[in-house]
T-cell receptor, first 111, second 110 residues
Framework: NAGVTQTPKFQVLKTGQSMTLQCAQD?????MYWYRQDPGMGLRLIYY???????DKGEVPNGYNVSRLNKREFSLRLESAAPSQTSVYFC??????????FGQGTRLTVV | EDKVVQSPLSLVVHEGDTVTLNCSYE??????LLWYKQEKKAPTFLFML????IEKKSGRLSSILDKKELFSILNITATQTGDSAVYLC??????????FGQGTRLTINP
């Protein structure tokens, strides 16, 4: 599992509902990332965290918030879900000089 | 604006053919370029490139980076049906930002 656990694997939300996607890594890496993947769009960066206690916006941050709770955990929150947020969400982590390791993804549908 | 662009977006070839996938980038403070293969779920790592002109090779796959012209290529020789996947290029720049291109969907027909 590339040292990362992502939950849940699937979720269906109604428009306006909120939810938090959880990500935890066990490789003691500083950097963590949240991406979304839509058909034909590659991976787009939502937020990232270079170290515990810091977070920065990526390419598509609107409608999302994140929390870097500690070195292991980086959560992504949708406060008021919209159909445009229907996507597959991936969490990733890395340490300087290495590749990024990805979780297995969360398939989110907003109806 | 920082960006990573892959081409072609889609490619269909016959088994045994050789393919070349392209990735160009425009970023500030470039650190490294990475290639990933994505089949059904999470992307899996192929190569990381940091220096120009040094080819990285793994079996039938190879990749090279040109930091002057700001691009990289991924070559796959003697393609097999198992090579069918989306190939993703990513560029790391700045502090820890890691941004992906749109991907190339490669289909290998028997």
């Amino acid at each position: 599992n590339a040292g990362v656990t992502q939950t849940p694997k699937f979720q269906v939300l109604k428009t306006g509902q909120s939810m938090t996607l959880q990500c935890a890594q066990d490789m003691n890496h500083n950097s963590m990332y949240w991406y979304r993947q839509d058909p034909g769009m590659g991976l787009r960066l939502i937020y990232y965290s270079a170290s515990e206690g810091t977070t920065d916006k990526g390419e598509v941050p609107n409608g999302y918030n994140v929390s870097r709770l500690n070195k292991r955990e980086f959560s992504l929150r949708l406060e008021s879900a919209a159909p445009s947020q229907t996507s597959v969400y991936f969490c990733a982590h890395r340490v300087e000089g290495t590749e990024a390791f990805f979780g297995q993804g969360t398939r989110l549908t907003v109806v | 604006e920082d960006k990573v662009v892959q081409s072609p977006l889609s490619l269909v070839v016959h088994e045994g053919d050789t393919v070349t996938l392209n990735c160009s980038y425009e970023v500030t403070n470039f650190r490294s370029l990475l290639w990933y293969k994505q089949e059904k779920k999470a992307p899996t790592f192929l190569f990381m490139l940091t220096s120009s002109g040094i080819e990285k090779k793994s079996g039938r796959l190879s990749s090279i980076l040109d930091k002057k012209e700001l691009f990289s290529i991924l070559n796959i020789t003697a393609t097999q049906t198992g090579d069918s996947a989306v190939y993703l290029c990513a560029v790391r720049w700045g502090a820890q930002k890691l941004v992906f291109g749109q991907g190339t969907r490669l289909t290998i027909n028997p």
